[in-house]
């Protein structure tokens, strides 16, 4: 086998046309992951411009009512990944500014995609581009006839009459080809490597190899799946086509139809809908019998006992204070209900279409890409949670500082500049790969299954294949 | 011209007799037709969503004209409401913009799944705001792209010309009787046409058919929906025209069908993708920072001005107050002034945006410079041009939105000024003006 593939290797070489495609590769490569991280270094630039612009408005605020304050609220930026350069994954789809205030929960907003024409359907010319769509096809060409051809000039017959087993033939022809994939992978990924020296730590490093193993893996895939066309069918012409129309069907068709079933099997609600749903159970409470005026009645009566007066004027703390964050912790549970109805569905859809590996191992790849890139749904999702959580840290303490800062009324009241200097900044941390990983067991799965399916079809079929 | 047809006679025999080339056929139909009705989908739901809203205002001006009518001022649990001030009754005016999708979505829904097509307008709103964002959606389904019918004519259509393609031509040299073709046709070229040119036929047949049962549906009948056709005619003319060269110089079924395949990738996937790395590199995503600045910096700077330097910015930027009523008095009216404020929060808010605009503008501007190389892209904003879903469909939109706020605003402040005391008829005008700023 061994010398099959060095074989195939010296003929690869030989050919003048592969050699000049081959540094087209690497140097088309080489430049498209440069720039894929000069762009994530100047989004990454932008980014810590705008935050530090608006974190310093916020440190200079002058002496101002904590609750204006809440009205007044901050932004966070959604950050991008270091791998993010190679697999861009849905960052110009979603927003990337967030404003938290009090009272609502934003949406996320001003995506990239809004800010312009369409120009690609496919991304952006990142490294995954290349690594999903045209090195695959450029495996297929170079496996397409290599039995196929042998078989066209009679050389497989006398290969086979030589003692060479047919399996075995296969296998390495689909090495040699699969050794040329992951040549121009190791390319891609090294220079993103040794681009990104210094914002690569362990994690990183870890991302960067799970990358590399899918991405080899499906490689594998198309290289032994092609290889076993050019064997299995009569002619180039034919093995060509039938591969073409497998990778057809893998890249352009079913993500696309897939991912528009995913969305009719658990559709998720309009907006308007979202907007009023949630709208109702702040004012006719979460089990529909606790409007509003009677929870806030409630609260007063709780209040009033605990600190045993019978006025709110006699309280010895600012009522608006407490009453502002009992409705904020309410209108937190409303967005959970709501908000987790929604991510709930989101993730069954992620799910649906995750299981579409079983037929198309591209849906496994695309999804894993975009995982290990930070640059997929989980990590969104992710993001929206903890901006999140810190704006309801930021609210709660705006809200005691109103409550027991000092002032028992008057919304006219003023706390000074140190306050707001001493609230801590929103500060995203990236979720660990370990942690991230979990979701991504179904696609590694079912790469792996592909793989090994696709080694099972070549050595359990292999003896059934007609020589001339 | 009897050699032309039966040359497509023959053709169309070679074509019935090829499963590969049958069901591929078919299952572009099947895509083209779940493209349609994909857009068709969105089509009515957005026009549901409208009715929806339009429905509920119609409910709130029923509400409001009631309590005109009962010589109330508002809702009885809440007092303090008077809907005979200018501020209040702008208030509770309808004032929805909606951007009702063109009849021709099913087409393309482009850009659509990227903006919010329906706002509800208060004079302090601008048109970046956060509520004008799109509809909920799986964000990898948007990213990994809608398969609508533009996707299957600007992508899929020319990977089943390939498949159509590919062994014209090829398949002769492969089996070696070439020279044989060369001996009964005297003109090649013409052998070769024929044979592309019922395929032309087939595909612009079949998608004239595909097009006319939606256009029917949805109504759009002739107009731009013969322009989108003939769009689309001529993008399929220009690749069948490339594929023709490369079968008139090509070595074979395998040779061709990597050329074909290479230019589709070339034009389809790397060089967009090329352009909007490059629009990336020159215009990064931007954060809106001067939006944001306006939006909440500037506008806090202005709460902490005095009621007179804010009435002083107020007549400033707006000269025709200094007729009104207020204006003439000598004392100030805390409550108008306050009111008031939206006015000049307004004018930030629309330089913020403005600027926002042009470096939209001008990132569009790179793109459209680029469309000589990247005719793909091109095709692919006018077929969204064409169906009201591209990006100038929704800036049009935005600009309706200023429309009304303009309105809110100038009317708040003509009304407020002028002490107008609202009734049931003002009140009505104000919901008329608020339709769509018209």
Same mark, same amino acid.
Request: some cysteine.
């Given at each position: 086998?061994?010398?099959?593939?060095?074989?195939?290797?010296?003929?690869?070489?030989?050919?003048?046309?592969?050699?000049?495609?081959?540094?087209?590769?690497?140097?088309?490569?080489?430049?498209?992951?440069?720039?894929?991280?000069?762009?994530?270094?100047?989004?990454?630039?932008?980014?810590?411009?705008?935050?530090?612009?608006?974190?310093?408005?916020?440190?200079?605020?002058?002496?101002?009512?904590?609750?204006?304050?809440?009205?007044?609220?901050?932004?966070?930026?959604?950050?991008?990944?270091?791998?993010?350069?190679?697999?861009?994954?849905?960052?110009?789809?979603?927003?990337?500014?967030?404003?938290?205030?009090?009272?609502?929960?934003?949406?996320?907003?001003?995506?990239?995609?809004?800010?312009?024409?369409?120009?690609?359907?496919?991304?952006?010319?990142?490294?995954?581009?290349?690594?999903?769509?045209?090195?695959?096809?450029?495996?297929?060409?170079?496996?397409?006839?290599?039995?196929?051809?042998?078989?066209?000039?009679?050389?497989?017959?006398?290969?086979?009459?030589?003692?060479?087993?047919?399996?075995?033939?296969?296998?390495?022809?689909?090495?040699?080809?699969?050794?040329?994939?992951?040549?121009?992978?190791?390319?891609?990924?090294?220079?993103?490597?040794?681009?990104?020296?210094?914002?690569?730590?362990?994690?990183?490093?870890?991302?960067?190899?799970?990358?590399?193993?899918?991405?080899?893996?499906?490689?594998?895939?198309?290289?032994?799946?092609?290889?076993?066309?050019?064997?299995?069918?009569?002619?180039?012409?034919?093995?060509?086509?039938?591969?073409?129309?497998?990778?057809?069907?893998?890249?352009i068709f079913l993500p696309k139809i897939w991912g528009n079933t995913t969305d009719k099997l658990h559709p998720l609600p309009s907006r308007q809908e979202f907007?009023?749903?949630?709208?109702?159970?702040?004012?006719?409470?979460?089990?529909?019998?606790?409007?509003?005026?009677?929870?806030?009645?409630?609260?007063?009566?709780?209040?009033?006992?605990?600190?045993?007066?019978?006025?709110?004027?006699?309280?010895?703390?600012?009522?608006?204070?407490?009453?502002?964050?009992?409705?904020?912790?309410?209108?937190?549970?409303?967005?959970?209900?709501?908000?987790?109805?929604?991510?709930?569905?989101?993730?069954?859809?992620?799910?649906?279409?995750?299981?579409?590996?079983?037929?198309?191992?591209?849906?496994?790849?695309?999804?894993?890409?975009?995982?290990?890139?930070?640059?997929?749904?989980?990590?969104?999702?992710?993001?929206?949670?903890?901006?999140?959580?810190?704006?309801?840290?930021?609210?709660?303490?705006?809200?005691?500082?109103?409550?027991?800062?000092?002032?028992?009324?008057?919304?006219?009241?003023?706390?000074?500049?140190?306050?707001?200097?001493?609230?801590?900044?929103?500060?995203?941390?990236?979720?660990?790969?370990?942690?991230?990983?979990?979701?991504?067991?179904?696609?590694?799965?079912?790469?792996?299954?592909?793989?090994?399916?696709?080694?099972?079809?070549?050595?359990?079929?292999?003896?059934?294949?007609?020589?001339? | 011209?009897?050699?032309?047809?039966?040359?497509?006679?023959?053709?169309?025999?070679?074509?019935?007799?090829?499963? $590969?080339?049958?069901?591929?056929?078919?299952?572009?139909?099947?895509?083209?037709?779940?493209?349609?009705?994909?857009?068709?989908?969105?089509?009515?739901?957005?026009?549901?969503?409208?009715?929806?809203?339009?429905?509920?205002?119609?409910?709130?001006?029923?509400?409001?004209?009631?309590?005109?009518?009962?010589?109330?001022?508002?809702?009885?649990?809440?007092?303090?409401?008077?809907?005979?001030?200018?501020?209040?009754?702008?208030?509770?005016?309808?004032?929805?913009?909606?951007?009702?999708?063109?009849?021709?979505?099913?087409?393309?829904?482009?850009?659509?799944?990227?903006?919010?097509?329906?706002?509800?307008?208060?004079?302090?709103?601008?048109?970046?705001?956060?509520?004008?964002?799109?509809?909920?959606?799986?964000?990898?389904?948007?990213?990994?792209?809608?398969?609508?019918?533009?996707?299957?004519?600007?992508?899929?259509?020319?990977?089943?010309?390939?498949?159509?393609?590919?062994?014209?031509?090829?398949?002769?040299?492969?089996?070696?009787?070439?020279?044989?073709?060369?001996?009964?046709?005297?003109?090649?070229?013409?052998?070769?046409?024929?044979?592309?040119?019922?395929?032309?036929?087939?595909?612009?047949?079949?998608?004239?058919?595909?097009?006319?049962?939606?256009?029917?549906?949805?109504?759009?009948?002739?107009?731009? $929906?013969?322009?989108?056709?003939?769009?689309?005619?001529?993008?399929?003319?220009?690749?069948?025209?490339?594929?023709?060269?490369?079968?008139?110089?090509?070595?074979?079924?395998?040779?061709?069908?990597?050329?074909?395949?290479?230019?589709?990738?070339?034009?389809?996937?790397?060089?967009?993708?090329?352009?909007?790395?490059?629009?990336?590199?020159?215009?990064?995503?931007?954060?809106?920072?001067?939006?944001?600045?306006?939006?909440? @910096?500037?506008?806090?700077?202005?709460?902490?001005?005095?009621? @007179?330097?804010?009435?002083?910015?107020?007549?400033?930027?707006?000269? @025709?107050?200094?007729?009104?009523?207020?204006?003439?008095?000598?004392?100030?009216?805390?409550?108008?002034?306050?009111?008031?404020?939206?006015?000049?929060?307004?004018?930030?808010?629309?330089?913020?945006?403005?600027?926002?605009?042009?470096?939209?503008?001008?990132?569009?501007?790179?793109?459209?410079?680029?469309?000589?190389?990247?005719?793909?892209?091109?095709?692919?904003?006018?077929?969204?041009?064409?169906?009201?879903? @591209?990006?100038?469909?929704?800036?049009?939109?935005?600009?309706?939105?200023?429309?009304?706020?303009?309105?809110?605003?100038?009317?708040?402040?003509?009304?407020?000024?002028?002490?107008?005391?609202?009734?049931?008829?003002?009140?009505?005008?104000?919901?008329?003006?608020?339709?769509?700023?018209?």
């Amino acid at each position: 086998m061994k010398q099959i593939i060095l074989n195939e290797w010296r003929m690869l070489l030989r050919v003048r046309v592969l050699a000049y495609l081959t540094l087209f590769f690497i140097v088309g490569l080489a430049l498209v992951t440069y720039l894929g991280i000069v762009q994530n270094n100047q989004q990454l630039e932008q980014q810590q411009v705008a935050k530090e612009h608006i974190r310093k408005q916020w440190e200079n605020l002058d002496a101002m009512n904590p609750h204006s304050a809440a009205h007044y609220g901050s932004y966070a930026f959604k950050p991008t990944t270091a791998l993010s350069s190679i697999d861009e994954g849905i960052n110009t789809i979603t927003g990337n500014v967030l404003r938290l205030e009090g009272h609502v929960q934003n949406e996320i907003v001003y995506s990239e995609a809004s800010q312009s024409l369409s120009v690609s359907k496919f991304g952006k010319l990142k490294p995954s581009l290349l690594l999903q769509y045209v090195i695959p096809l450029f495996l297929i060409f170079l496996a397409f006839a290599s039995v196929s051809s042998e078989k066209e000039t009679g050389r497989l017959k006398l290969l086979v009459f030589q003692g060479t087993s047919l399996s075995k033939l296969i296998f390495a022809k689909a090495l040699s080809v699969w050794f040329y994939g992951l040549l121009l992978l190791i390319v891609s990924v090294g220079i993103q490597v040794f681009l990104n020296v210094k914002g690569t730590d362990a994690d990183g490093l870890t991302r960067t190899a799970l990358l590399l193993l899918a991405y080899a893996l499906y490689y594998y895939i198309v290289a032994l799946l092609a290889t076993w066309f050019s064997a299995r069918l009569k002619s180039n012409a034919a093995s060509l086509s039938t591969m073409l129309a497998v990778w057809i069907l893998w890249t352009i068709f079913l993500p696309k139809i897939w991912g528009n079933t995913t969305d009719k099997l658990h559709p998720l609600p309009s907006r308007q809908e979202f907007k009023i749903a949630m709208q109702e159970d702040r004012s006719k409470g979460l089990d529909g019998h606790n409007p509003s005026d009677k929870r806030s009645e409630a609260f007063k009566q709780k209040i009033l006992a605990k600190y045993k007066v019978n006025k709110v004027e006699d309280l010895p703390i600012n009522y608006d204070g407490l009453r502002m964050q009992a409705d904020e912790e309410y209108g937190d549970d409303v967005w959970d209900k709501h908000f987790g109805n929604s991510y709930d569905i989101l993730q069954k859809q992620k799910q649906v279409y995750q299981l579409s590996g079983i037929f198309n191992p591209f849906a496994s790849l695309q999804s894993v890409s975009m995982g290990f890139s930070g640059s997929d749904m989980y990590h969104h999702l992710d993001f929206l949670r903890q901006a999140e959580n810190y704006r309801r840290d930021l609210i709660r303490t705006l809200n005691e500082k109103q409550a027991y800062g000092g002032s028992k009324t008057g919304e006219r009241w003023k706390e000074g500049n140190d306050f707001f200097k001493s609230v801590k900044d929103f500060k995203y941390s990236t979720p660990t790969v370990r942690r991230a990983s979990t979701h991504y067991g179904t696609d590694v799965l079912l790469l792996a299954l592909w793989a090994l399916a696709t080694t099972l079809l070549v050595w359990l079929t292999a003896k059934k294949i007609k020589l001339i | 011209m009897k050699q032309l047809f039966t040359i497509i006679q023959y053709e169309f025999r070679h074509f019935s007799r090829s499963p $590969f080339k049958m069901v591929s056929l078919i299952l572009f139909i099947g895509a083209a037709v779940y493209g349609l009705q994909n857009g068709y989908t969105l089509l009515k739901r957005q026009n549901t969503e409208i009715e929806t809203i339009q429905a509920k205002n119609k409910e709130t001006i029923a509400e409001v004209t009631g309590w005109y009518d009962a010589g109330k001022k508002g809702p009885d649990d809440k007092p303090w409401i008077d809907v005979t001030t200018p501020m209040r009754a702008i208030w509770y005016a309808p004032a929805s913009v909606l951007k009702a999708p063109s009849s021709m979505m099913p087409f393309s829904i482009g850009q659509a799944e990227q903006f919010g097509y329906y706002k509800q307008v208060t004079n302090s709103s601008s048109t970046f705001d956060a509520d004008l964002a799109e509809e909920i959606a799986n964000p990898e389904r948007l990213a990994i792209g809608t398969l609508d019918f533009s996707f299957v004519i600007l992508y899929l259509l020319p990977v089943l010309a390939i498949i159509l393609l590919f062994n014209i031509a090829g398949l002769e040299r492969d089996l070696g009787f070439d020279q044989l073709i060369r001996v009964n046709h005297p003109s090649i070229r013409k052998w070769l046409f024929s044979r592309f040119a019922f395929y032309f036929l087939l595909l612009s047949g079949t998608l004239l058919i595909l097009m006319l049962v939606y256009a029917v549906r949805t109504n759009v009948l002739p107009g731009t $929906f013969i322009l989108l056709y003939l769009l689309i005619v001529l993008y399929t003319l220009l690749w069948f025209v490339a594929f023709y060269f490369i079968n008139h110089k090509g070595k074979g079924s395998a040779n061709q069908a990597i050329k074909m395949v290479s230019l589709w990738l070339l034009f389809c996937v790397v060089i967009p993708g090329g352009i909007h790395q490059l629009a990336s590199l020159k215009y990064p995503g931007n954060y809106m920072t001067d939006y944001l600045d306006a939006s909440r @910096d500037e506008t806090y700077k202005l709460y902490d001005l005095s009621v @007179d330097t804010v009435k002083q910015r107020l007549l400033a930027a707006y000269p @025709d107050l200094a007729r009104t009523q207020h204006a003439k008095d000598t004392a100030i009216d805390e409550s108008i002034i306050g009111n008031s404020s939206s006015g000049l929060t307004n004018k930030l808010m629309k330089a913020a945006a403005l600027t926002i605009e042009n470096t939209n503008e001008d990132k569009n501007r790179f793109i459209r410079n680029t469309c000589w190389f990247n005719p793909v892209s091109w095709f692919q904003n006018r077929m969204n041009a064409l169906c009201g879903t @591209d990006y100038y469909a929704y800036r049009r939109y935005r600009a309706d939105i200023q429309a009304v706020i303009d309105k809110k605003v100038e009317l708040l402040l003509h009304d407020s000024w002028n002490k107008e005391t609202v009734d049931k008829k003002r009140f009505m005008e104000y919901v008329s003006a608020f339709k769509n700023g018209k």
